[in-house]
Nanobody, 121 residues
Framework: VQLQASGGGLVQHGGSLRLSCEAS????????IGWFRQAPGKEREGVSC????????LYRDSVKDRFTIFIDNAKNTVYLQMNSLKPEDTATYYC???????????????WGQGTQVTVSS
């Protein structure tokens, strides 16, 4: 199981970014893919998650109505579209694969490397 996260960058307050999480050596079928983030000095927190089997999605309250998670099965990739970005969204973002759609990092066993998102004020 390998996951490759990409798409981070520097953006102004109110801007948008789209993160990608490409899976290799396995298909996304039957897995849940979660996005997590960790800012310096803070704990890793769940941002959003999607269940590949039924499309069920979860979002943390602070990103609801701003972030959208979706799957492109043909590309075996999960995306996180982030709109109306705020400075407090600044963090390293990670994607991970697990068996259930949750926002708990402990429920995910396979992690990709992080991609940095920086939102300037």
């Amino acid at each position: 199981v390998q996951l490759q996260a990409s798409g981070g960058g520097l953006v102004q307050h109110g801007g948008s970014l789209r993160l990608s999480c490409e899976a290799s050596r396995f298909t996304l079928d039957y897995y849940a893919i979660g996005w997590f983030r960790q800012a310096p000095g803070k704990e890793r927190e769940g941002v959003s998650c999607i269940s590949s089997s039924d499309g069920y999605t979860l979002y943390r309250d602070s990103v609801k109505d701003r972030f959208t998670i979706f799957i492109d099965n043909a590309k075996n990739t999960v995306y996180l579209q982030m709109n109306s970005l705020k400075p407090e969204d600044t963090a390293t973002y990670y994607c991970a694969a697990g068996l259930w759609a949750t926002l708990q990092a402990g429920d995910f066993g396979s992690w990709g490397q992080g991609t940095q998102v920086t939102v300037s004020s």
